[in-house]
């Protein structure tokens, strides 16, 4: 099975095609990149301006099953996420229906007051949206922190990791 990346025009732009190319080489699987619209988003929480994760991941499964599509699924947001009782997450992910979704939001330097950085930015996309798809081919969260399957607290976390799986998660990938 495939991997389907849907960038909403939204999120950052000018990086889909390294990150396409850095997910495909870290997972071993063939990656189609979709450049999509504005992709309707459900879970809008107005006093924390933020998006409720697990109702866009409702929102994939049905966008899914309109058009038929097979593939692991995951969609790139610019939107500021969060589940359950986090004030955050980078992304969420749902093996039972294959879909995943990352936000860019606080992967960007200017979040934090930091001059943009093309590098990075490409580089924590590849890692977050690696990790999210790393749930849905089955795989848990690990200990290695500098493995994609390590669960970042941080940005500083994130960038510790490396891009790759360690040999313990490999070994699971189909
Ligand atoms: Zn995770
Ligand atoms: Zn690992």
Redesign the pocket.
């Known amino acids: 099975m495939g991997i389907v990346i849907y960038w909403d025009y939204r999120s950052v732009d000018g990086i889909q095609l390294p990150v396409q190319r850095i997910i495909s080489d870290l997972t071993g699987c063939s990656v189609e990149l979709i450049l999509g619209d504005h992709f309707p988003l459900d879970g809008y929480h107005g006093i924390r301006r933020q998006y409720d994760a697990g109702r866009i991941i409702n929102r994939i499964g049905m966008f899914k099953r309109l058009h038929g599509i097979p593939d692991h699924f995951l969609l790139v947001i610019p939107d500021d996420i969060y589940a359950d009782s986090t004030d955050f997450v980078f992304g969420l ?1 749902r093996e039972s229906i294959g879909s995943a979704v990352i936000s860019t939001a606080r992967l960007e330097n200017e979040y934090y007051g930091f001059e943009p950085d093309i590098h990075q930015i490409i580089d924590r996309t590849a890692k977050e949206g690696a ?2 798809l790393g ?1 849905l081919l089955g795989l848990q ?1 690990c200990e290695d922190p500098e493995c994609i399957m390590f ?1 970042p607290e941080s940005l500083s976390e994130l960038d510790r990791k490396q891009k790759y799986f360690c040999p313990e998660c490999r070994l699971q990938l189909p």
């Open positions: 992910a990790h999210e749930h969260h669960k």
